[in-house]
């Protein structure tokens, strides 16, 4: 069986700690990004100042590595939900909070999957749910999570996190003002696209360290172990 638990609590057959999946999460998530905005901009399939992202996902060959690498960042952000969930410790706000990150996650692997040159209402459509959802998480997992606080410190991470999520909101907003006008705001709609995706990966990325004591384990039944009593099977 498979479960997340925190270091120390359990004997374990094997160890995958989360941070690694964490930071192959971010990393996976730029390395896409910029690689297919490279081959859509050598290829002179768009502009190198600046297209939207999703305009890097349309024509061969930076569609392929598009939608492998945003399914698989999908998958990724998925895990980390259900891990940070796990560690929250609130079942209401856990709930909320792994809800969020499940379907924002769904919405991404639809982006990635479906182009806008083949169905643009179910691309932009996933996207916009996307980045909805996920700004609400990120205030919800800010402001109302002890994750990144604690002992009368506040961490980098949570610093960190206070600021994406106001960076990415007002990206948001100023997306959703602008794309009334696609043709006379083009430029600065494409900016808080990138903006505010970047902002989710920094975001994402900040839980590197609070979820270091975490690591997704194979374990054994066995009488004589000491289980933790919230288990998460995956």
């Known amino acids: 069986r498979l479960l997340f638990t925190e270091s120390g609590k359990m004997k374990i057959l094997g160890k995958l700690p989360v941070r690694v999946v964490v930071h192959a999460s971010a990393l ?18 768009v502009k190198a100042w600046l297209p939207m992202i999703s305009d890097c996902a349309v024509l061969a060959p930076e569609k392929y590595p598009f939608r492998l690498g945003f399914v698989v960042g999908a998958v990724l952000i998925a895990v980390q939900a259900v891990v940070i969930s796990y560690a929250d410790g609130s079942p209401t ?3 909320v909070s792994l809800a969020l990150g499940a379907v924002s996650a769904f919405c991404l692997a ?9 169905c643009n209402p179910v691309h932009s459509g996933a996207a916009v749910i996307f980045f909805v959802l996920y700004e609400v998480n990120m205030v919800v997992l800010t402001w109302y999570s002890p994750l990144g606080g604690g002992e009368g410190r506040i961490r980098w991470s949570h610093v960190l996190r206070q600021l994406c999520a ?11 003002v602008m794309s009334t006008n696609w ?15 970047f902002c989710i990966i920094l975001f994402n990325w ?16 066995s009488p ?9 099977p995956l």
Request: glycine share 10%.
């Open 110 to 118: 639809v982006v990635g999957v479906v182009n806008e040159d083949e």
């Open 224 to 232: 004589d172990s000491e289980q933790l009593e919230q288990k998460l």
């Open 28 to 45: 996976e998530m730029v390395f896409t990004i910029l690689l297919c905005y490279g081959l859509a901009v050598g290829y002179g399939h």
């Open 93 to 95: 706000r856990s709930k």
């Open 206 to 221: 900040s839980f590197a360290g609070d979820l270091k004591d975490y690591s997704i384990d194979e374990v054994k039944d």
């Open 183 to 197: 043709g006379k705001f083009s430029l600065p709609i494409a900016i808080c696209e990138w903006t505010g995706t």
């Open 166 to 176: 106001i960076i990415a909101g007002v990206a948001l907003v100023a997306f959703i």
